[in-house]
């Protein structure tokens, strides 16, 4: 009865690659997001979905694309794969309201371009 | 923008040991406050929170008070054990957002 699963656990491909990564939650949960954290375990947020509609877009290069074919899966697909890509990538999912903030992490996709 | 400071790790301390991570912000209005702990190998869980200032979040042993006076939302732990091994983020949300802001992690190594 996992909450946030994420598939695959690891990925390790070659520099211009495109690779997929997919999330689903069993939670019920409104919202889902995307989150990169670096070699120093820096965490910073990519996108956010609310109800399949994008509502976080930050700085990400264009060749990132999420996905959100309903509330409970959001893929991440990333075209023409750099070696600075190389890092852990988290979804999340959060309940509506006042909980929402209140995050729920998978286990993480350790991504390796070479 | 909103913004939150750790104090930088490593931090390596003893079984038994009283642990400190200091955690700052800056921020317009009154954000929540969260920490997430990170276990090895796993993805990050929420830790405690709290949502107005003097509120006071625990769990697990571990406590933090918000405290708008010093913007400073301190976790504290009196009695580490080795399963406290994590690195453990201080994060902000502001009450209109989806978004959280975390700090840098501050990884803590207990040792037996």
């Known amino acids: 009865d996992t909450a946030v699963s994420q598939t695959p656990k690891y990925l390790v491909t070659q520099m211009g690659n495109d690779k997929s990564i997919k999330c689903e939650q069993n939670?019920?949960?409104?919202?889902m997001y995307w989150y990169k954290q670096d070699s120093k375990k820096f965490l910073k947020i990519m996108f956010s979905?609310?109800?399949?509609?994008?509502?976080i877009n930050e700085t990400v290069p264009n060749r990132f694309s999420p996905k959100s074919p309903d509330k409970a899966h959001l893929n991440l697909h990333i075209n023409s794969l750099e070696l600075g890509d190389s890092a852990v990538y988290f979804c999340?999912?959060?309940?509506?309201?006042?909980?929402?903030?209140?995050?729920?992490f998978g286990p993480g996709t350790r991504l390796t371009v070479l | 923008g909103d913004s939150v400071t750790q104090m930088e790790g490593p931090v390596t301390l003893s079984e038994e040991a009283f642990l400190t991570i200091n955690c700052t912000y800056t921020?317009?209005?009154?954000?929540?406050l969260f920490w997430y702990v990170q276990y090895p190998g796993e993805g990050l869980q929420l830790l405690l929170k709290?949502?107005?200032?003097?509120d006071k979040g625990s769990n697990k042993g571990f406590e933090a008070t918000y405290r708008k006076e010093t913007t400073s939302f301190h976790l504290e732990k009196g009695s580490v054990q080795v399963s406290d091994s994590a690195v453990y983020f201080c994060?902000?949300?502001?009450?209109?957002?989806?978004?959280?802001?975390f700090g840098a992690g501050t990884t803590v190594t207990v040792r037996a």
């Open positions: 979905y609310n109800n399949k509609e994008l509502i």
């Open positions: 939670l019920g949960h409104d919202t």
């Open positions: 921020a317009t209005g009154y954000p929540s």
């Open positions: 709290a949502t107005k200032a003097d």
């Open positions: 999340a999912s959060s309940p509506p309201g006042a909980l929402r903030n209140e995050q729920f």
């Open positions: 994060a902000l949300s502001d009450q209109n957002d989806y978004k959280l802001s």
